[in-house]
């Protein structure tokens, strides 16, 4: 069964900042697509980024980019020049390529400073 | 375009009482899906359909839980005889069922059993 971590459960950074969450995942397939979801409190989740697993290139979205390092099952997200909007919950999830469900990470807590 | 609804957004009950809870997917989304979150976790999956078929149900979904999408366009999902441990937010989610398929989440419903 493919599993998702994220060893951080809270991270903090100063506005305008730059902050990188990670995440590890488990599978023992090769074909499969990762993505960060941000859920602000009480608020719905919202997709941020994602990555196809057979693209070697980084995947970047404005201020957010992703360092996904294959072989060693890694895909960490970088917030750049980071913005007080950008406190929420982050989570990572996997989905196989065949199977249609996501499989989620517990979250890292984003906490942004004045 | 509207996103993903569900309603109600909160729900109070009794243990032991019934209830349902209803989403409407983006309207050209064929797959749907439903997810459990409880506090300080990531969602887990429940069950998604593709147009009217289920596809697949977690080990999570026991027998008080069921799931319909008879028009493969809105979904029910109903919690017979709910527990204190039913207590959670429950999302709905949809995708096309190409390429990629990015889920859009919608707002949940979250409940709570006393």
């Known amino acids: 069964a493919q599993t998702v971590t994220q060893s951080q459960p809270e991270m903090s950074v100063q506005e305008a900042e730059t902050v990188t969450l990670s995440c590890t995942y488990d599978?023992?397939?090769?074909?499969?697509?990762l993505f960060w979801y941000k859920q602000p409190p009480s608020r719905q989740m919202i997709l941020v980024i994602r990555?196809?697993?057979?693209?070697?290139q980084n995947a970047t979205e404005n201020r957010f980019s992703v360092n996904f390092q294959k072989a060693a099952k890694s895909f960490s997200l970088k917030i750049s020049d980071s913005q007080l909007g950008d406190a929420a919950m982050y989570f990572c999830?996997?989905?196989?390529?065949?199977?249609?469900?996501?499989?989620f990470g517990t979250g890292t807590r984003l906490q942004v400073t004045l | 375009d509207t996103g993903v609804s569900q309603d109600p957004r909160h729900k109070i009950t009794k243990r032991g009482q019934n209830v349902t809870f209803r989403c409407d997917p983006i309207?050209?989304?064929?797959?749907l899906y439903w997810y459990r979150q409880t506090l300080g976790q990531g969602p887990e999956f429940l069950t998604y359909?593709?147009?009217?078929?289920?596809?697949?149900k977690s080990r999570l979904l026991s027998d008080r839980f069921s799931a319909e999408r008879p028009k493969g366009s809105f979904s029910t999902l109903e919690i017979q005889r709910t527990e204190q441990g039913d207590s959670a937010m429950y999302l709905c989610?949809?995708?096309?069922?190409?390429?990629?398929?990015?889920?859009?989440f919608g707002p949940g419903t979250r409940l709570t059993v006393t």
């Open positions: 359909f593709q147009n009217e078929a289920q596809l697949e």
């Open positions: 599978t023992s397939e090769s074909d499969y697509y």
């Open positions: 990555q196809e697993a057979y693209k070697q």
């Open positions: 989610a949809s995708s096309t069922a190409e390429g990629i398929y990015e889920q859009y």
């Open positions: 999830a996997y989905r196989s390529a065949k199977i249609g469900k996501l499989t």
């Open positions: 309207s050209e989304h064929n797959r």
